[in-house]
């Protein structure tokens, strides 16, 4: 902890021992208020002043060094999903990450630089902007000799007011992945609405997402570049019960909805090139009509 001391800007940045005693920063700005565990360079907090937190952290969530922080923005790499006898969603996500820098930008926002240690493969860098939006870019720098071939996924869990009574768009003509259906499907809902289990992952889309939420009156916007896939879940209440980190009646005040690149839009990178996939978080007024 005291060598990352160094990255401390007072006012802006604190470091401070988080739960289960991982090392945490603490980013204030003019604006919001953000908190990143080194643990995952997990983003466990992104709050706008006098307003309820944009993203959502489960209360029961384990913090232990070989288990992912319920909530948040997990980073998936390098791949999503199950994999026989591997951690689910690869490793970025319970993996220390170095902190690199620290700084505040001209316009009072702060950036911060995460460093994935890696013995060998490609250099993984995620820069988080805080500011009256947050800004993640999750890149990846193909440093070997070889092709290198990866899935990623800012896994990206949101705060609503009641899963019941918002609506996502964004999303219509979409083809998508329903896992529970094991099978394909389009969106034809300009509007979708959740009221039971959903996991689906739109492919071929580089959409902007809104999530439109009565109960808190706003509308959070989820802009991205460098990544193909969307994925919309919610566990409903089955799976929270068997969640073990995830409180029963917590599937209630959370959607997720996911930034990546998965199955067929996977990166395949050739030496000397890096791929960028950055995702823009931020929230607007309701627009009017919305029940
Ligand atoms: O969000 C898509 C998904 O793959 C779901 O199928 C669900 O498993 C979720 O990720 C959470 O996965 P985790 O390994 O974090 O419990």
Redesign the pocket.
């Known amino acids: 902890m005291q060598a990352l001391k160094q990255h401390e800007i007072p006012g802006r940045v604190s470091l401070f021992s988080g739960k289960g005693g991982l090392p945490a920063v603490r980013i204030e700005t003019a604006w919001s208020l953000a908190e990143i565990y080194l643990h995952g360079a997990h983003v466990t907090r992104f709050q706008k002043t006098g307003e309820p937190p944009l993203l959502f952290l489960s209360e029961a969530s384990q913090y232990d060094a070989d288990k992912?922080i319920?909530g948040g923005v997990?980073l998936i790499y390098p791949w999503?999903?199950?994999r026989d006898g591997l951690p689910?969603?690869g490793t970025a996500?319970i993996t220390s990450w170095d902190l690199t820098e620290t700084r505040v930008l001209p316009d009072g926002r702060v950036r911060l630089r995460f460093h994935l240690p890696s013995a060998d493969g490609p250099e993984v860098d995620y820069v988080v902007t805080v500011g009256s939006s947050l800004t993640m870019e999750f890149t990846v720098a193909n440093t070997g000799t070889a092709d290198v071939t990866f899935e990623n996924c800012l896994?990206s869990y949101f705060h609503v007011g009641d899963i019941r009574r918002i609506g996502i768009t964004g999303l219509r003509g979409v083809a998508y992945f329903d896992?529970l259906l094991a099978a394909t499907r389009t969106e034809t809902a300009e509007t979708l609405r959740i009221a039971g289990e959903v996991?689906r992952?739109y492919q071929n889309t580089a959409a902007t997402v809104e999530i439109h939420d009565p109960v808190l009156g706003r509308t959070l916007r989820v802009r991205k570049s460098g990544s193909l896939s969307t994925?919309v879940?919610n566990?409903w209440i089955a799976?929270s019960q068997r969640?073990p980190?995830f409180g029963d009646n917590e599937y209630q005040t959370m959607v997720?909805v996911?930034s990546g690149n998965i199955a067929e839009h996977a990166i395949t990178l050739q030496p000397g090139i890096r791929h960028s996939l950055q995702v823009e978080v931020d929230d607007l007024p309701l627009d009017r009509g919305w029940d």
């Open positions: 992912p319920r997990p999503f999903g199950g689910a969603h996500r896994h896992c996991d992952t994925v879940w566990p799976k969640m980190d997720c996911e």
